[in-house]
């Protein structure tokens, strides 16, 4: 199968893999879409096993930012970059300014920001060498932590979820949170003071103790989050969190949670939907981060600073997508991550018609 014939192609504008000799670096730059403007998305360092997994998980991440950047109605496309390496043992200051010079020589077709294996002090080092990148402090546009946004997009979403799926407001409804880090804190603080009673695991356990004195949560262990008595279960953890096994152990009607790639497989979703579960999908509830990380290239390229008002707007924006997400699979009897799919691609096909038009 050539590259032009695989399903994660998806119509890619542009695919870059570029080698540098001095540094060893190795990456993949998947530019899904301009159409929205420039292509967003961050760079993930991982020990890929082949050069072929990483173009996979290259290009499928980038069209998911294509995706999420079109429901969080953006004007940006969707981006993604891939190291080859360990990022343990392989990161070094020349492999990072190397890294620099290949986004730079995109000419700002694609934003740069970290991901899975790249820290601010790696990004720090491609910004020498190139003025696309986000999510770096000290300057007038910084965006800063976005998991405070984040956390409110996916606390908006829940309560619109609970109105939906129970017709009530969050007063005395359970919440099961899975992952109390940086956005899962935050929702829990929100959901709480709205009036909802939590149910909370983690596998840190001090970031449970934290949680849970603030807000009177009752604490479960990791693997037991999937059997409790709860209106809702948010994952805030990690990826997959619901498969067929889970699903079978979920009481909650509505899912609805900050993690990316929640389901295993779209079948899941599917089956959801066939068991009268509301499922928010993912990249739709958690946009409240890339707005953030928006402003801030928006703050660069127009040289003024960050935009809470426009954040703020954004945010609202995202709800109602979410509330239209709902009303649709309602209406045309379908899952909601498959109707979520098709106003993504057809936001991202309106933006070529009006860009060829012009
Ligand atoms: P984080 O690393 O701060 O928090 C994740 C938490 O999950 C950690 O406390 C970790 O200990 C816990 N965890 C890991 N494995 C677990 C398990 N098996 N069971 C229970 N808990 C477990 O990450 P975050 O920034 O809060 O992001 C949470 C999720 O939301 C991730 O999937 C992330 O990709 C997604 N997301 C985050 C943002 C953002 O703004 N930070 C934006 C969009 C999506």
Known sequence: MTLFDSPDFADHEGVHACFDETSGLRTIIAVHSTARGPAAGGCRMWPYASAEAALTDALR????????????????????????????????????????????????????????????????????????????????????????????????????????????????????????????AYLADKLHAAGARLIITDVNEA??????????????????????????FAPCALGGAINFETLARLK????????????????????????????????????????????EIIGIESGSGFDDAWVAAKLDRLTETLGEVLDRSLAEKRPTHAVADEMAKARIAEAVRLKTAA
């Open 61 to 184: 991440l980038s069209q998911g930012m294509s995706f999420k950047n079109a429901m969080a109605d953006l004007p940006l496309g969707g981006g993604k970059a891939v190291i080859i390496g360990d990022a343990r043992t392989d990161k070094t200051p020349a492999l990072f300014e190397a890294f620099g010079r290949v986004v730079d020589s995109l000419g700002g077709k694609y934003w740069t920001a970290e991901d899975v294996g790249v820290s601010p002090a790696d990004m720090a080092i491609v910004r020498k060498q190139t003025r696309y990148v986000a999510g770096l402090e000290g300057h007038a546009a910084a965006s800063g932590d976005p998991s405070p946004v984040t956390a409110e997009g996916v606390f908006r979403g829940v309560k619109l979820c609970v109105e939906r799926a129970y017709d009530r407001d969050l007063t005395g409804v359970t919440v099961a949170i899975q992952g109390v880090g940086h956005v899962g």
């Open 207 to 232: 970031a449970l103790a934290e949680v849970a004195a603030r807000t009177g949560a009752q604490i479960v262990a990791p693997d037991a989050i999937f059997d409790v008595e709860a209106e809702v």
């Open 252 to 295: 909650a009607r509505v899912i609805a949670g900050a993690a990316n790639n929640q389901l295993a497989t779209p079948q899941i979703g599917a089956l959801l939907f066939e068991q009268g579960r509301l499922y928010a999908p993912d990249y739709v509830i958690n946009g409240g981060g890339i707005i953030n990380v928006a402003a």
